[in-house]
C-alpha cells in the first residue's frame, strides 16, 4: 500500500489496503507500505505519522515499510529522490524522454487553443522535444526552469491484463507525454510508482479502479525500461447508498479515523469493507480476518465500477460486534474510547444493562450517562411538595415486582 500524505486517510483506502493485505497473507508474501509523498503542494505536515497511526488502530502490520524498515528503505518518495532522478537519466540516453522548458504561461496558452478547435483531451504539443544538445546546454545553463516529458511512443496500442476486468487495451495516440520528473526535482506519482515497484519487487498491484486511465502510462513505463509488467488488478470504487457518486462527506464520515472516533469497532469495520466489492458465495457475513484471508480470492471481486456504502448495514455490524464482545473487553473499550471519563468498575456494572441498546460506542454516554452525573434541577420549579412527591414515588417503585413500562407509568401517574 501506499499512502499519499495529503489528507485524512480515507475509508476507501482501508478497503483497499484491506484487500492487498489479505491477498499477501494468503499467498506467504509480504506487505509493504510505502508513503507517496511527492506531491509537495498538497502535503500536509504530520499526515504520514496520522496515517500510520490510524492504519495501526485499525489492527494491521506491516513487514516492510516505515518505523519497522526492510530490504528496500527508504519507504518515503522524498527520501529516494536521487534514485528517480537517476531512471529518469536513462530514459534520457534512450531517446524515450525529453527535457520541456515550456513556462507555465506558453502551455497554458496552448491548452486554451486546443479547447478553441474542440480539443477536449488536451495534450503537450511536443515543442520540446527535437530540441538539439546545445539548445538543452544553453537552458540548462540560464537556469530556464524545465521538466522531464516521457516520449510516447505513436501508432502503438498499449494493453495489458487485468485480473479484475480482463484485456484493457488504448491507443497511444491518445496519451499525453506525462511529466516524469516536475520542476521541483521531485518526480511524479506515475513515474515514482513504476520506479519503486519494479525495485521493491512488487508482484500484484491491486487498486481502485479510478486508476485505470493512468495504468497505460505505467505500462509504457515499464517496456521503456525493459522491466516485466506485475499484475494488475482495479477494484471497485465505493459510493454513497442510492446515489451514483462517490462517498462524500455530505452524508457523514469519509475519513478512517472519523468512523473510530464515532465509536466503530476496528474489526467491525474492517468486516463490513470486506464485502464492498468482494463476496465468498455464501450466505455468512461476519468474519474474522483470519476467515477472510482463508477465503479471499481475486477472482471472487464484483467487475461493477462502484459498489454501495451502506452506512445503516455498518451500523447494524458494529451493533452484532458490540453484542458479541465479552463485557469485560466491551468495558475496556468503552473506558479507552471516553478517555477514562467515567469510572471503569462503574461501567463494567452498567454494560451489560445497556448493552444490548449501544450500536456506537459514543452511544453509552446518551444511554448511562445518568449514572455518572446527578441531573441539575431547578428546585424552584418544583414547588414546595416535590421532597414529598419524590419518596412516594420511591416507596412505589421499590414495591414494584413487575417493570414494565406501562404498569410503571399507571402505578406513579395512580398516585
Given amino acids: 500500500m501506499a499512502p499519499s500524505p495529503t489528507g485524512e486517510y480515507h475509508i476507501g483506502h482501508i478497503r483497499t489496503l484491506l484487500y492487498n493485505w489479505a491477498f499477501a497473507k494468503k499467498h506467504s508474501g509480504d506487505f509493504i507500505i510505502r508513503i507517496e509523498d511527492t506531491d509537495r503542494e498538497r502535503y500536509v505536515e504530520g499526515a504520514v505519522e496520522r496515517i500510520l497511526e490510524v492504519i495501526t488502530a485499525y489492527g494491521f502490520k506491516w513487514d516492510e515499510g516505515p518505523r519497522v524498515g526492510g530490504l528496500y528503505e527508504p519507504y518515503l518518495q522524498s ?27 506558453r502551455l497554458d496558452k496552448m491548452r486554451k487553443e486546443q479547447l478553441k478547435k474542440g480539443i477536449l483531451s488536451t495534450k503537450y504539443d511536443r515543442r520540446c522535444l527535437n530540441l538539439n544538445k546545445a539548445e538543452i546546454v544553453k537552458n540548462r545553463t540560464d537556469k530556464v526552469s524545465y521538466v522531464i516529458r516521457m516520449r510516447v511512443p505513436d501508432d502503438k496500442i498499449i494493453k495489458f491484463n487485468d485480473l479484475i476486468l480482463g484485456t484493457i487495451a488504448v491507443s497511444s495516440n491518445d496519451l499525453d507525454d506525462q511529466i516524469l520528473i516536475k520542476s521541483d526535482g521531485f518526480p511524479t506519482y506515475h513515474f515514482a510508482v513504476v520506479v519503486d515497484d519494479h525495485l521493491m519487487n512488487i508482484t500484484h498491484v491491486m487498486r481502485g479502479n479510478d486508476w485505470i486511465p493512468s495504468t497505460p502510462k505505467h505500462v509504457i513505463l515499464y517496456q521503456a525500461f525493459g522491466w516485466n509488467l506485475p499484475y494488475i488488478a482495479h477494484i471497485p470504487n465505493l459510493k454513497e447508498m442510492g446515489a ?35 463476496n465468498p458465495g455464501t450466505d455468512k ?67 451489560p444493562l445497556v448493552k444490548t441498546r449501544i450500536k456506537i460506542l459514543k452511544e453509552f454516554e446518551s444511554l448511562a450517562g445518568f449514572f455518572f452525573e446527578n441531573p441539575v434541577v431547578n428546585k424552584k420549579s418544583l414547588g414546595d411538595d416535590y421532597k414529598k412527591h419524590l419518596e412516594t414515588a420511591m416507596e412505589i417503585i421499590e414495591s414494584l415486582d ?12 395512580g398516585e
Avoid at 462524500?248 to 464515532?262: I, Q
Avoid at 468503552?334 to 469510572?343: A, D, M, V
Wanted: with cysteine; charged share 35%.
Fill in 285 to 351: 457475513e461476519l468474519y474474522t480476518l483470519e476467515e477472510f484471508v482463508d477465503d479471499f480470492s481475486i477472482e471472487k471481486i464484483h467487475k461493477t465500477d462502484l459498489v454501495s456504502f451502506d452506512r445503516d448495514k455498518l451500523l447494524w455490524m458494529n451493533s452484532q460486534y458490540i453484542q458479541n464482545t465479552e463485557d469485560s473487553v466491551l468495558s475496556d473499550n468503552i473506558y479507552k474510547f471516553f478517555e477514562k471519563k467515567f469510572e471503569k468498575d462503574r461501567i463494567k456494572e452498567i454494560v
Fill in 244 to 278: 451514483g457518486k462517490k462517498l462524500s462527506k455530505r452524508f457523514g464520515s469519509v475519513a478512517a479515523k472519523e468512523f473510530l472516533d464515532e465509536g466503530y469497532l476496528p474489526e467491525a469495520i474492517l468486516n463490513f469493507l470486506m464485502f464492498l466489492g468482494w
Fill in 402 to 413: 413487575n417493570w414494565k413500562l406501562d404498569d410503571l407509568n399507571e402505578k406513579l401517574m
Fill in 79 to 105: 527520501e529516494r529522490l536521487d534514485i528517480y532522478k537517476k531512471h529518469a537519466q536513462i530514459l534520457l540516453g534512450k531517446g524515450l524522454a525529453y527535457y520541456c522548458f515550456c513556462s507555465e504561461a
